[in-house]
């Protein structure tokens, strides 16, 4: 089985509307959206939810006031500035809590608690395109990369149950925790770059992650007529760094209209794009060893 | 003042009207770029840079001739970062968070304070605008230390002149952007017309609503998609401060790093209006408040 994931470094490059086209495209495979915290995916795939699971990740503490002897020890040894001072007594901001449990353990009275943290709910579901797992951090909820393991993790499960030979996944934005999670055991990262002076920035700096976790990487250009300069200059920088360029993709009105009507673009019937994001597919797939040439293609590697 | 420039989706516009209202600012300005993760305000404002410091994180250090292998510290450790296997002390500083329990529960004082690089703190100047930025080291997976320690400058630089803080936040509603977004006075969501925008503005107002902060919506890209975002706006009570039209021109200068307030009369004239805004929203919370 395979994994290909989907990242970009600067959000906003395209990274989902192209995901939800190589999830019309692919065949026998598992769809995951790891971008658990601003999670877009299910957007285009209306996906029906088989069921729902609850996510706790880590603790809480919880001052209880009437045990609370007001010594203020909490605030003093709190690190995170989480403790404060109130009326009667002190509170901990739960926003700024990392529950690291050691208010807790201090404490001269018992008088914090220690309940488990309920982060948010993940989904098995099945769409058009086929199975989907997805998830929903709760608003301002720690995205420590657990929930990204978590899913991922069930999403390679079920796949391997049904057979499935591919784990298709959206990623987050950015160079942090979920993305690190999101890339953990997969086979290949699709980077969705833009030509842009960001784009271009940020490309370097997903890059870089991708080699710092000896993650193979191939690149994609979306809204690539916008800078004509700009794209030849990923496209060195893609030759320099030994990145597969995948293909590009133009800057097109039709990403909006099929996602206004909950589209993958490929979906459109005058797609002016399909044919360009068929080919990219193509790439992705002989890239990450879905299809016979690339068994062809390593033996060769092998050979040398 | 401190602005904070956010939203839920990435790519929605942030940068592009933190560098603009930079641009048309009245009065003394400090920036502060807490997409650590993603840096990219410096590419607009294009500020000498003066200076930069590395920054990192406590972690364990254990004097393995002191640890009496007891095994405290692993107990009470939430994050797997310090255990011990047998005879032998193990830490994951990549998996510490900072918090020293490790270090007040050991009884023998075994654990000292190493550190853990995070990356670093950048400063510096474009013209009168002081410009600040953090990097986070590629690797590290936390951001919000580094956003910390980039605030903090921030609001050390600031004071020093009685400047107003524009903060570029990063994307998403979870820690990072809370982080980020926490002590602002006055929050600005930039969104733009699509499904995609809308279902993750909504996820920011949720994530935002809790600072109790007047917060109002920015609309880039408008008339690319649809309606929906204005409604939920109405519905919401959340003013929309400004409108961004889209333009394959302002998409061509953004792509060349250029700052659409300095390009274009009428956006120079859309940003002064929406500075105006931001200041109006300021002073009536405070008004509400006093």
């Known amino acids: 089985m395979k994994e290909i994931v989907c990242i970009s470094g600067k959000g906003g490059t395209g990274k989902t509307s192209l995901t939800a086209a190589f999830s019309h495209l692919a065949e026998n495979k598992m769809i995951c959206d790891l971008d658990v915290d601003a999670p877009d995916l299910h957007l285009i795939l209306k996906p029906r ?28 040894l709190c690190r995170f500035g989480a403790v404060s001072a109130i009326e009667d007594g002190f509170e901990i901001d739960p926003l700024r809590c990392e529950g690291c449990k050691l208010c807790v353990a201090m404490c001269p009275v018992e008088a914090i608690e220690f309940p488990r943290r309920h982060c948010g709910r993940w989904f098995r579901s099945e769409s058009r395109f086929g199975p989907v797992f997805h998830a929903q951090l709760f608003p301002g909820e720690e995205n420590s990369g657990r929930m990204v393991a978590l899913l991922k993790q069930q999403a390679r499960q079920a796949a391997e149950q049904r057979d499935l030979g591919l784990v298709l996944c959206d990623g987050a934005p950015g160079i942090g925790c979920p993305v690190i999670a999101s890339l953990s055991g997969a086979d290949l990262a699709v980077i969705v770059s ?11 700096r997903v890059a870089d992650l991708c080699d710092h976790f000896q993650m193979p990487a191939a690149v994609v250009i979306n809204k690539a007529d916008l800078n ?40 459109l019937e005058d797609s002016a794009v399909a044919d360009q994001i068929r080919r990219i597919w193509s790439g992705i797939e002989r890239r990450a ?9 390593t033996t060769t590697l092998k050979e040398e | 003042m401190i602005v904070a420039i956010a939203s839920g989706k990435g790519g929605t516009g942030k940068t592009t009207v933190a560098a603009s209202l930079a641009a048309v600012w009245q009065g003394p300005l400090t920036t502060a770029d807490l997409d650590v993760e993603a840096p990219n305000l410096h590419l607009f404002l294009q500020a000498r840079i003066e200076g930069r410091r590395a920054m990192s994180m406590m972690v364990p250090e254990v004097d393995e001739s002191r640890c009496n ?36 529960v050991c009884p023998e004082d075994a654990i000292s304070e190493g550190a853990r690089p995070l990356g670093e703190v950048l400063w510096g100047r474009r013209g009168d605008i002081d410009c600040l930025a953090g990097r986070l080291r590629v690797g590290e997976a936390m951001s919000p230390p580094l ?5 903090d400058a921030a ?38 017309p699509t499904p995609f925008g809308l279902y993750d503005l909504k996820l920011a107002v949720e994530s935002f609503a809790v600072f109790d902060r007047p917060m109002g919506v920015v609309v880039n890209r408008a008339g690319i998609g649809t309606g929906e975002g204005y409604e939920y706006c109405r519905q919401s009570g959340l ?45 009536v919370a405070g008004e509400v408040t006093a």
């Open chain 1, 49 to 76: 939810i088989s069921t729902t699971e609850e996510f706790y990740s880590g603790n809480q503490a919880r001052i209880d006031p009437d045990r609370c002897n007001g010594c203020g020890l909490c605030e003093e």
């Open chain 1, 194 to 204: 833009e030509p842009t002076v960001s784009g271009r920035h940020d490309l370097e």
């Open chain 1, 228 to 267: 004509a300069d700009a794209c030849k200059d990923i496209e060195a920088f893609c030759v320099q760094r030994g990145l597969d360029l995948l293909g590009v993709v133009p800057h097109h009105h039709q990403f909006v209209q099929a996602m206004i009507q909950e589209k993958a673009v490929t979906e």
């Open chain 1, 289 to 297: 060893g879905l299809t016979e040439t690339q068994s062809h293609e």
């Open chain 2, 69 to 104: 292998r007891c095994g405290a510290c692993s107990d009470i450790c939430q994050f797997k970062a310090i255990s011990v296997m047998g005879e032998v002390m193990l830490t994951f500083p990549e998996m510490c968070h900072g918090c020293g329990a490790c270090m007040a």
């Open chain 2, 147 to 151: 956003i910390g320690h980039v605030k």
């Open chain 2, 155 to 192: 609001e050390k630089t600031a004071a020093a002149r009685g400047a107003d803080i524009l903060y570029d936040a990063p994307p998403g509603v979870s820690c990072p952007a809370v982080k980020a977004v926490t002590g602002a006075d006055v929050i600005v969501l930039v969104t733009e």
């Open chain 2, 239 to 283: 003013p929309v401060l400004a409108e961004i039209p889209f333009t394959r021109a302002a998409a061509e200068a953004y792509s060349r790093g250029q700052i659409l307030a300095e390009v274009f009369d009428e956006h120079r004239g859309r940003f002064a209006a929406l500075a105006k805004e931001i200041r109006r929203q300021h002073a």
